[in-house]
């Protein structure tokens, strides 16, 4: 590649930068930090590893010097860009920090330091960690097909990369930062918000904690009931293939259905290729159900702004008429509900639940005024 600087200018950037973007190659930015380690066998050593997918340092069991035998390990610099030659290509990259301080690491992790303070390692980090990055890492690591790919370090450091003076770096590297911290308390956030809500749940449907009336007085009792009973007679979906998005007419598959939400979120968005018909398209108060496979139990309650859906064959619509769908909805959230799928599901082969064998999930039913509360 050439060793030529090429010039850019970014299309967004904070205005009290000015001037282009230099591309050169990835030595040109860092260079490589070596420190061998001289293995005494009596001696533990602390080991690190890197987790694929930008996730990561985690920590190996210690070893002796004598297990390591005449493996080549090195000491972990406290600040390095570091890189997992074997899984480079799935972004097994991280920057080290004071807390692997006095930690080693194999030949196959590669150490870089910023060059002549040409580089701020997070930016360099978050570089390697989009599509481009990714894109180049793979360049960089030729090889067989599946997961038979090693790094060159030649190809690694011919590699060409678009990067700001090294203030612009930081400035950017800071500010992404921040969005990142921001993201991680939100997700803090909505776990604890939905271990609450599990723990809520399970006492409502439980019926340890109660509703009351508007005046005060209890609720009747509530009354066991069969899922097939408060339901017309539940249906399979279309037995179609899925083709791309005709503009109108949305197919739902187990697959659409999203394991935590139980929103559909389709990646892509597809129809069917046969079968369109109001028989198989969905309405207020239907909940389908997943009736094979690894997801069988996974629900779904139709929205009316999910537009026109039509449900696919390995799920079962039920149209809930004598109940409030989504109190229903709410019950195939439960642990009770989870165990029950997981005890019918049984089967020589896969997993599976027809129609008849749901229609018989029973449970305890308030009244329609509590149900709604």
Same mark, same amino acid.
Not at 263 to 271: H, R
């Given at each position: 590649?050439?060793?030529?600087?090429?010039?850019?200018?970014?299309?967004?950037?904070?205005?009290?930068?000015?001037?282009? %973007?230099?591309?050169?190659?990835?030595?040109?930015?860092?260079?490589?930090?070596?420190?061998?380690?001289?293995?005494?066998?009596?001696?533990?050593?602390?080991?690190?590893?890197?987790?694929?997918?930008?996730?990561?340092?985690?920590?190996?069991?210690?070893?002796?010097?004598?297990?390591?035998?005449?493996?080549?390990?090195?000491?972990?610099?406290?600040?390095?860009?570091?890189? =997992?030659?074997?899984?480079? %290509?799935?972004?097994?990259?991280?920057?080290? /920090?004071?807390?692997?301080?006095?930690?080693?690491?194999?030949?196959?992790?590669?150490?870089?330091?910023?060059?002549?303070?040409?580089?701020? &390692?997070?930016?360099?980090?978050?570089?390697?960690? !989009?599509?481009?990055?990714?894109?180049?890492?793979?360049?960089?690591?030729?090889?067989?097909?599946?997961? =038979?790919?090693?790094?060159?370090?030649?190809?690694?450091?011919?590699?060409?990369?678009?990067?700001?003076?090294?203030?612009?770096?930081?400035?950017?590297?800071?500010?992404?930062?921040?969005?990142?911290?921001?993201?991680?308390?939100?997700?803090?956030? !909505?776990?604890? &918000?939905?271990?609450?809500?599990?723990?809520?749940?399970?006492?409502?449907?439980?019926? *340890?904690?109660?509703?009351?009336?508007?005046?005060?007085?209890?609720?009747?009792? %509530?009354?066991?009931?069969?899922?097939?009973?408060?339901?017309?007679?539940? *249906?399979?979906?279309?037995?179609?293939?899925?083709?791309?998005?005709?503009?109108?007419?949305?197919?739902?598959?187990?697959?659409?259905?999203?394991?935590?939400?139980?929103?559909?979120?389709?990646?892509?968005?597809?129809?069917?290729?046969?079968?369109?018909?109001?028989?198989?398209?969905? *309405?207020?108060?239907?909940?389908?159900?997943?009736?094979?496979?690894?997801?069988?139990?996974?629900?779904?309650?139709?929205?009316?702004?999910?537009?026109?859906?039509?449900?696919?064959?390995?799920?079962? !619509?039920?149209?809930?008429?004598?109940?409030?769908?989504?109190?229903?909805?709410?019950?195939? &959230?439960?642990?009770?509900?989870?165990?029950?799928?997981?005890? =019918? /599901?049984? !089967?020589?082969? *896969?997993?599976?639940?027809?129609?008849?064998?749901?229609? =018989?999930?029973?449970?305890?039913?308030?009244?329609?005024?509590?149900?709604?509360?």
């Amino acid at each position: 590649m050439s060793k030529k600087l090429k010039t850019n200018v970014p299309l967004l950037r904070f205005p009290e930068f000015q001037g282009n %973007w230099k591309t050169a190659r990835v030595d040109h930015f860092l260079v490589r930090h070596v420190n061998p380690v001289r293995v005494e066998p009596e001696t533990i050593y602390k080991q690190i590893g890197i987790r694929s997918h930008g996730k990561g340092i985690f920590y190996k069991q210690p070893v002796t010097g004598e297990a390591l035998g005449n493996k080549r390990v090195y000491w972990v610099h406290p600040e390095a860009f570091t890189v =997992n030659i074997v899984f480079a %290509w799935e972004q097994a990259i991280a920057l080290t /920090s004071s807390d692997e301080k006095g930690y080693i690491a194999s030949h196959r992790f590669l150490m870089f330091l910023p060059k002549e303070d040409r580089a701020d &390692l997070k930016f360099v980090l978050l570089f390697f960690l !989009r599509n481009r990055g990714k894109y180049l890492l793979e360049l960089a690591s030729p090889g067989g097909a599946g997961r =038979n790919k090693t790094l060159g370090q030649d190809n690694f450091a011919e590699l060409e990369i678009t990067f700001p003076k090294k203030e612009e770096q930081e400035k950017i590297a800071s500010f992404l930062g921040a969005v990142d911290t921001r993201l991680n308390q939100l997700r803090r956030k !909505r776990e604890h &918000l939905q271990t609450y809500k599990r723990g809520v749940m399970q006492k409502l449907f439980s019926q *340890q904690i109660r509703f009351t009336q508007a005046d005060g007085s209890p609720f009747p009792d %509530w009354e066991k009931k069969k899922l097939g009973s408060i339901s017309e007679k539940p *249906q399979y979906g279309l037995g179609a293939s899925a083709i791309k998005f005709d503009g109108k007419h949305k197919y739902i598959r187990i697959t659409d259905i999203d394991e935590n939400t139980h929103c559909f979120t389709p990646n892509p968005l597809t129809s069917p290729d046969s079968g369109i018909s109001p028989d198989y398209q969905l *309405q207020d108060n239907d909940l389908v159900l997943a009736r094979t496979g690894a997801s069988v139990g996974k629900s779904y309650l139709y929205k009316k702004e999910d537009g026109e859906i039509y449900f696919a064959g390995y799920l079962i !619509r039920f149209r809930i008429t004598k109940a409030d769908a989504k109190f229903v909805y709410y019950l195939t &959230l439960t642990e009770k509900y989870n165990k029950w799928v997981f005890i =019918n /599901s049984m !089967r020589s082969g *896969q997993p599976g639940i027809n129609a008849e064998e749901y229609s =018989n999930f029973s449970f305890f039913l308030p009244c329609k005024k509590e149900q709604k509360k």
